[in-house]
């Protein structure tokens, strides 16, 4: 290829470009003041910490006034922010702090519900006829249903417990709808005035000088109008998915106007007021598993991809092969780089409502994994304590909080993926000083930050070079793709490419040691997810693979 002639576009230029965002759930990560939940103020005590690990951008969990049914996720103030995790002026010096140390802050946006508790709600809920009456979607009961005995309108699931997704209100006589949690009613975005609210709400957030948001649940920002049921899902397996799962979702969510509402958020961001702040946001929605690569591309084709990318979630999906992954990446690149030079891939592998890569791999692949992650092109989200190897904790059954596990008994539900960040080998991991929130994870002794920054073969070590390396070598940050023909069925190798660096990536899915070659001089061995640093400079042109070890190569033609 010739990539002398690249002329860089204008997007390279953007911070999202290449940039790790490391995911903060804020209960969990620091608490200052002794009550067992993170906050704020505790997050700013940390922040030497991941100025050394080296992250490009913070995105904070919601930390808004709520009465946590969901933990944050039921807003009931968009533009305050809840005393559990401090006042807007603790908001305020950490923003100013995370940026004085030239890292970004996005903050979490969640707009297709609000809790029961705010104005809007009880407002709207009061009587069929007031100033927020069509703010929440409001329907009579199933026609088919007796005064006596109402039904819900149709079959719709709370994605939370699975169970009916319609929530009586005894004064208007009506369900409304909660996609989430009963807690959780869905706004209606059909409603312009709503609309013109939420993006209000950003704007307060934009204009404080947050550097962007992380928007939560897109797809049931649009549904059928005409609120058919959902169809079955053939493949639903009692006792093994959950009750959720009972259904294919395809009227009660991700319908068509939700590109078109995200593309108004958008163009808020794009406003001549922030632009030059480079303001931007990632989409959360999970894609339909037959076929990911258009799900993915309709936020591109839909949303200004300028200011806003989908998460891609591949890494919490595919199974861990390497032709699935071969398959995946050249199908997904190729239609970014087909689309418009400035779609971001945002690469996510774990997060607050999925198992832990530690836990999901072992901790062999979940290193692998590391390597892979950040050396893929675009922005890199990673969740707290995955630099830590942290595992799920084990939640005894009555310690449980989460929403969705107390409301579908047996399952794991999403504490374990939410326990006390762990800084040191004290009781409560330098967390709190109290017993916390979530309990501490069994391993929490010998994985947490003090034990590890001694241990050049850590997890964090690991974290921290890649981390280096993607920001000392602009092709692992802004660089192309090329997924590389082996012979190796195990193998998955790729280049990354800017001006005239490559940098070339090998990663061994199997059990077997492989000594594999390839067409390039290799000029440097960068990292290897099992050694960390290399032992010692290639001697020759053979890549040798432990069983599920990756390296990273400075390459040139031969
Ligand atoms: C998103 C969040 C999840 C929350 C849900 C409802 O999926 O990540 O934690 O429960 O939306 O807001
Ligand atoms: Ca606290």
């Avoid at 005894?170 to 939420?198: C, I």
């Avoid at 997810?529 to 432990?546: E, Q």
Wanted: hydrophobic share 35%.
């Amino acid at each position: 290829m010739d990539s002398r002639s690249f002329q860089p576009h204008h997007c390279v230029r953007r911070w999202p470009e290449g940039a790790v965002v490391y995911q903060i759930y804020p209960r969990s990560f620091q608490d200052s003041n002794g009550d067992g939940i993170g906050d704020l103020i505790g997050i700013r005590q940390r922040l030497n910490y991941l100025e050394a690990l080296g992250v490009s951008a913070i995105w904070i969990s919601p930390f808004y006034p709520s009465p946590m049914v969901d933990f944050g996720y039921d807003v009931s103030d968009y533009c305050n922010v809840d005393p559990i995790f401090g006042t807007l002026d603790d908001f305020r010096m950490l923003l100013a702090e995370v940026q004085g140390r030239g890292m970004r802050l996005i903050i979490d946006f969640v707009p297709n519900h609000t809790s029961v508790e705010h104005e809007w709600f009880k407002v709207s809920a009061s009587s069929l006829d007031n100033e927020y009456a069509d703010w929440y979607i409001w329907k009579d009961p199933h026609p088919d249903s007796s005064p006596e005995k109402p039904s819900p309108p149709n079959n719709w699931l709370d994605a939370l417990t699975g169970r009916s997704a319609w929530e009586w209100n005894t004064v208007r006589k009506q369900y409304y709808l909660h996609s989430f949690h009963k807690a959780q009613p869905d706004l209606n975005w059909k409603n312009r005035e709503v609309r013109r609210a939420m993006h209000d709400a950003m704007r307060f957030w934009l204009d404080l000088g947050v550097d962007g948001f992380r928007i939560d649940a897109v797809y049931w920002l649009a549904k059928d109008p005409s609120f058919r049921d959902d169809p079955l899902n053939p493949e639903y397996v009692e006792g093994i998915h959950s009750f959720y799962d009972r259904l294919q979702h395809t009227n009660s969510s991700g319908w068509p106007a939700l590109y078109a509402y995200l593309a108004e958020m958008a163009e808020i961001l794009a406003d001549d007021a922030y632009r030059k702040r480079q303001p931007f946001m990632i989409t959360e929605a999970y894609p339909d598993q037959h076929n990911p690569v258009e799900a993915y591309m309709a936020f591109y084709e839909g949303v200004n991809p300028e200011v806003a990318a989908p998460f891609n979630f591949e890494g919490l999906s595919l199974p861990w092969q390497a032709a699935s992954w071969r398959d995946f990446l050249r199908s997904f690149h190729d239609a970014l780089a087909d689309q418009d030079p400035c779609c971001l891939a945002s690469y996510a592998f774990g997060n607050h409502d999925k198992p832990r890569i530690a836990s999901r791999f072992g901790d062999t692949i979940a290193r692998s994994a590391a390597v892979m992650q950040l050396t893929l092109p675009g922005m890199i989200c990673m969740y707290y304590g995955e630099e830590l190897g942290m595992t799920n904790g084990g939640i005894p059954p009555h310690k449980v909080r989460d929403p969705g596990a107390i409301g579908e008994p047996g399952t794991i539900g999403r504490d374990p993926m939410r326990t006390p960040m762990q800084w040191t080998t004290e009781t409560f991991t330098g967390f709190s000083t109290t017993a916390p929130w979530l309990p501490v994870t069994a391993t929490s002794s010998t994985r947490n930050v003090q034990v590890e920054s001694g241990d050049e073969k850590s997890f964090l070590s690991l974290y921290t070079h890649l981390i280096k390396l993607r920001k000392t070598y602009p092709c692992l940050s802004y660089g192309t793709i090329t997924v590389l023909d082996t012979q190796y069925s195990d193998i998955l190798a790729y280049l990354r490419t800017f001006e005239d660096r490559s940098c070339l990536v090998v990663i061994n899915f199997g059990p077997k040691e492989i000594s594999c070659d390839f067409p390039f001089t290799l000029d440097q061995e960068l990292a290897s997810s099992i050694s960390v640093m290399p032992a010692s400079n290639p001697a020759n042109a053979v890549v040798v693979l432990a069983p599920y070890e990756s390296k990273v190569f400075v390459v040139s033609p031969k």
